[in-house]
């Protein structure tokens, strides 16, 4: 476990009793059942941000606090506990990211401040068909001259792509899908001309949308037709990012099941006193642990600006997606009955994990990516 100093020990607390009070389970379930089209509850928004958490990542020149990946990690971890529907993976982390590591300062002045404030939402759209492949990136980009680039096809699954103010669109401007270079980022206006949002209702009911742009102009975020590599980057900080949440999530599953393992009796004992029940609760608490290292080791890896952050949020994204996807499953089956239910929070949880997994690369992509770039 990581070493925290005073100031993230007091930030991690603190979001663990506001989403404790203001955002439990019940709170999230609410929302689904009113259908709500944005995703997510925006009056908890403006809490989360008053709180300094969309601007975790933003310098304080810029209005932010500039407390670093970890830190933001800690707050996502513990609003994965209680399924909390927010921007933070979207705008405070991945959007922003982009905006730091490519953005004019300009660009920086006219985004990173609203952003901090809660003002303004922004994602990041990569993907393009069923599955993660930013390599296969085909959404074609023309040059318009003076920083402009004119955008014709379409994204998937974007997150908050329904409601997003600002959208980063990753794009192609040479080459053909499959090659390294020719990769644009382009800030879109949410408003822009030609731009087309369907919303998605998924299992997680959380606010995904497909995107279709015909001739809808944009500007360039850092250089043309070099985005490539700080694509890769931002989304190996959005890995490590998303893990933490998924973290948070598998440990509330996980000590939701122990406690009721602890109480339920059947044949006239406790059915924790099982041994079968024992052993596999012992082996999602170890893989637990494990998880929790890799995730924080790729989150620190990034603050210290580490060489070896790629693979490390590589192998967090692929150990925590193992262990989400194990333990929500075991949330259901040892409650039996009961978390086949609606009306019990296990499905919820389950639900919501299969979208994680798939969601920036699933298990098998970064199994898959870390030997590649272990050589092997």
């Not at 979207?90 to 985004?111: E, F, M, R």
């Not at 998605?200 to 606010?207: A, M, P």
């Not at 490539?228 to 598998?250: K, V, Y």
């Amino acid at each position: 476990m990581a070493v925290l100093n005073e100031e993230q020990t007091l930030i991690r607390d603190a979001a663990k009793s506001w989403v404790q009070e203001k955002s439990p389970v019940t709170a999230f379930r609410k929302l689904r059942d009113s259908d709500n089209e944005d995703g997510f509850d925006r009056a908890a928004w403006r809490e989360m941000a008053e709180l300094g958490w969309a601007g975790i990542l933003v310098p304080e020149e810029f209005g932010g606090v500039g407390l670093g990946y970890l830190t933001l990690g800690l707050v996502l971890e513990e609003t994965g506990r209680t399924l909390t529907a927010s921007p933070l993976i979207s705008t405070a982390l991945t959007a922003t990211t982009a905006l730091l590591l490519a953005g004019s300062d300009a660009q920086k002045q006219t985004y990173l401040p609203a952003i901090a404030e809660g003002k303004l939402i922004a994602t990041l759209a990569v993907d393009e068909g069923p599955h993660h492949a930013p390599e296969k990136i085909a959404l074609a980009g023309t040059d318009g001259g003076n920083g402009k680039v004119m955008l014709n096809g379409k994204k998937t699954f974007v997150l908050d792509g329904g409601t997003a103010d600002l959208i980063i669109v990753a794009a192609r401007t040479s080459g053909k899908p499959g090659d390294k270079g020719g990769i644009t980022l382009v800030l879109v206006d949410g408003k822009a001309s030609g731009l087309t949002r369907q919303k998605l209702k998924t299992v997680d009911s959380r606010g995904y949308a497909n995107l279709t742009f015909q001739d809808v102009q944009g500007d360039v975020l850092g250089t043309s037709n070099q985005g490539g590599g700080i694509l890769e980057t931002t989304l190996d900080r959005a890995r490590a990012g998303l893990a933490a949440e998924m973290l948070g999530q598998a440990m509330q599953s996980f000590e939701v099941t122990l406690d009721y393992l602890k109480t339920r009796e059947q044949f006239g004992q406790k059915i924790g006193t099982f041994q079968a029940l024992q052993h596999r609760a012992a082996k999602m608490f170890t893989d637990l642990e494990l998880a929790r290292s890799c995730v924080e080791g790729a989150l620190s890896a990034i603050d210290r600006d580490a060489n070896d952050v790629a693979q490390l949020a590589s192998l967090a994204k692929a150990k925590v997606g193992d262990l989400v996807h194990l333990v929500s499953n075991e949330m259901v089956q040892m409650h039996g009955g009961i978390g086949m239910t609606d009306a019990h929070d296990a499905g919820l949880y389950l639900k919501r994990a299969r979208a994680q997994e798939a969601t920036f690369g699933g298990s098998s992509y970064h199994r898959d990516r870390y030997a590649t770039l272990l050589g092997y």
